[in-house]
């Protein structure tokens, strides 16, 4: 078992502009000790300064473990895969991101009892305001589809409430690279305090991503101050080498990447990962026709949850995905943040 302790991924990660905000290690820590304050860009959990480690000398670690900035980022632009098509959902989905294929297979996993409970992301339909939430009802899933993964939130802090107090054993997570990248960690570690989290994760989605912002700096400090846009208007934001912005009255709005720097967060300039290889599905809209999502099903048990949802008559998968699209933004991302 690792003897790091906090302090140890205080220095290495958390000092160093690193962190990607995950909440891996809020939902780990057996102390309760680790959290994000709310307000302004936060680069960084806080601590109560226990640990069980620093502080009495038991050997704990649990952070340090399930951090994806601990290790080696991929370079891979693909990764491993047993198959790559486009597909879409088979039945309405109201606020549906691309095809809504990753609604349709986890709906379809809560319906046939595969999974009991899904960790994402939710988001206030008024304020655009993200927050990661456990559903278990497949309608309620539905409800709460669509796209908010362009902004920052420690998804993966939900898993204590998954997990420990509402003790589900047969999660599935939705997640952008980096929270998928901890997850992986979690799921080959020998730390003891990681098994039960290992134990209960059934399912890791994860989600193409270039970058995500802070829902402060974008909404307040860019969107309100200098495009007068307020959240109600905005119906659905999407990263395509510029934000693309669809508003409730029907009408659109672009912004360049470039006006949008201090709004991601730092520790996003240290992933490599676009297609998130350390999933079972990953999903995004590059290199899938309109209305499709792009599915990489990288294994047997990513395969058996997509047969399922189209067995199910829930998922219609689709032929002809463009791979050189996916490949020359993951490598784009890849040469832009490796370090040399």
Not at 167 to 196: E, T, Y
Request: hydrophobic fraction near 40%; charged fraction near 25%.
């Amino acid at each position: 078992m690792a003897e790091k302790s906090y302090l140890d991924l205080k220095s290495s990660v958390w000092d160093t502009g690193k962190c990607s905000g995950c909440g891996a290690c809020i939902a780990v820590c057996p102390a309760d000790a680790l959290s994000f304050a709310e307000g302004e860009m936060v680069t960084s959990p806080r601590s109560t300064g226990y640990c069980k480690q620093a502080t009495d000398n038991v050997r704990c670690g649990a952070c340090f473990d399930a951090c994806p900035r601990t290790g080696e980022q991929p370079a891979e632009t693909l990764g491993t895969y047993l198959e790559l098509i486009p597909a879409k959902a088979a039945f309405e989905i109201p606020h549906r991101q691309s095809g809504g294929a990753v609604t349709a297979i986890l709906a379809n996993a809560l319906d046939e009892g595969l999974v009991d409970a899904v960790v994402t992301v939710t988001e206030d339909r008024w304020t655009k305001k993200p927050s990661s939430v456990v559903i278990t009802r497949s309608d309620v899933l539905v409800q709460q589809a669509g796209s908010r993964y362009s902004w920052w939130v420690p998804l993966l802090a939900a898993l204590k409430n998954a997990v420990v107090e509402r003790k589900f054993r047969h999660i599935a997570v939705v997640g952008v690279p980096c929270a998928v990248q901890a997850l992986g960690r979690i799921r080959a570690s020998d730390n003891d305090l990681l098994k039960p989290y290992a134990k209960s994760i059934r399912l890791v989605i994860g989600l193409f991503c270039t970058e995500t912002f802070d829902y402060t700096a974008l909404i307040h400090g860019k969107l309100r101050t200098h495009y007068k846009l307020e959240p109600h208007e905005i119906r659905k934001l999407d990263v395509k080498g510029k934000l693309e912005i669809l508003k409730e009255d029907g009408s659109t709005a672009t912004v360049p990447l470039a006006e949008l720097e201090t709004c991601i967060r730092n520790g996003c300039h240290s992933c490599t990962d676009l297609t998130a290889v350390m999933s079972d599905i990953s999903a995004g809209a590059i290199g899938s026709p309109f209305g499709m999502t792009t599915l990489i099903i990288r294994n047997p048990v990513g395969k058996g949850f997509v047969d399922s949802a189209v067995r199910n008559q829930k998922l219609i998968p689709g032929t002809g995905a463009d791979i050189a699209a996916i490949e020359k933004l993951a490598m784009m991302k890849i040469k832009k943040n490796i370090k040399k």
